[in-house]
């Protein structure tokens, strides 16, 4: 069986289809996570049954499969490449705030083996913002404070200043979810005791 994918969208009407095997359905704006659809994108939908509909069912949500960045701004270069020399210890783990003290950030990354405890620390927080949890970790970015809010005014119009010294760091799922963003002085990995 093939996966849902978009067959029609427009967004100035905010509606379209998805498309599968089992059939073509019909959505409209109130079931999209997005308004960005691209004609042929996998997506996840869920599903309500409704016999006075064609097909049987409305869809009742509808979300991009891949994650979808809210802004892309220039990575902070030198912490992006200290970030790239660990960040395979955390990719695809699923990972939750542990707790926020002396304004640090413990994010907690689980792992299946006997391996010694992980957790990517925030230092110097100013902000938080999103889940306290993700699935499966996908990236972790660093961005510039100007740069992120030149590039999505909206989504940081919300957010207090943020100092020069501090970077907008996103931690990234693999599956289309929230981001958690931080807004803090420093990253680094710990392994062992936290």
Same mark, same amino acid.
């Given at each position: 069986?093939?996966?849902?994918?978009?067959?029609?969208?427009?967004?100035?009407?905010?509606?379209?289809?998805?498309?599968?095997?089992?059939?073509?359905?019909?959505?409209?704006?109130?079931?999209?996570?997005?308004?960005?659809?691209?004609?042929?994108?996998?997506?996840?939908?869920?599903?309500?049954?409704?016999?006075?509909?064609?097909?049987?069912?409305?869809?009742?949500?509808?979300?991009?499969?891949?994650?979808?960045?809210?802004?892309?701004?220039?990575?902070?270069?030198?912490?992006?490449?200290?970030?790239?020399?660990?960040?395979?210890?955390?990719?695809?783990?699923?990972?939750?705030?542990?707790?926020?003290?002396?304004?640090?950030?413990?994010?907690?990354?689980?792992?299946?083996?006997?391996?010694?405890?992980?957790?990517?620390?925030?230092?110097?927080?100013?902000?938080?913002?999103?889940?306290?949890?993700?699935?499966?970790?996908?990236?972790?970015? %660093?961005?510039?404070?100007?740069?992120?809010?030149?590039?999505?005014?909206?989504?940081?119009?919300?957010?207090?200043?943020?100092?020069?010294?501090?970077?907008?760091?996103?931690?990234?799922?693999?599956?289309?979810?929230?981001?958690?963003?931080? %807004?803090?002085?420093?990253?680094?990995?710990?392994?062992? %005791?936290?």
């Amino acid at each position: 069986m093939s996966a849902w994918k978009i067959a029609s969208f427009d967004r100035v009407l905010a509606r379209g289809t998805i498309a599968c095997d089992l059939g073509t359905l019909p959505f409209d704006a109130n079931a999209a996570v997005v308004d960005d659809f691209v004609i042929g994108e996998e997506v996840v939908v869920t599903l309500s049954p409704n016999p006075k509909r064609e097909g049987g069912y409305d869809v009742t949500r509808i979300a991009p499969v891949k994650y979808r960045a809210p802004y892309e701004a220039e990575l902070v270069a030198p912490i992006a490449e200290a970030i790239d020399a660990w960040v395979i210890e955390v990719l695809g783990r699923h990972a939750w705030i542990e707790r926020v003290e002396d304004d640090c950030l413990y994010l907690r990354v689980e792992d299946d083996s006997y391996r010694p405890e992980r957790w990517i620390v925030f230092g110097g927080v100013v902000m938080i913002q999103g889940p306290p949890e993700i699935e499966e970790i996908g990236a972790v970015r %660093a961005f510039g404070p100007s740069d992120v809010l030149r590039a999505s005014p909206e989504l940081a119009r919300h957010w207090p200043a943020i100092p020069d010294h501090c970077v907008v760091y996103r931690v990234e799922p693999i599956g289309f979810a929230a981001a958690l963003t931080v %807004a803090a002085a420093s990253i680094r990995l710990v392994v062992g %005791a936290a």
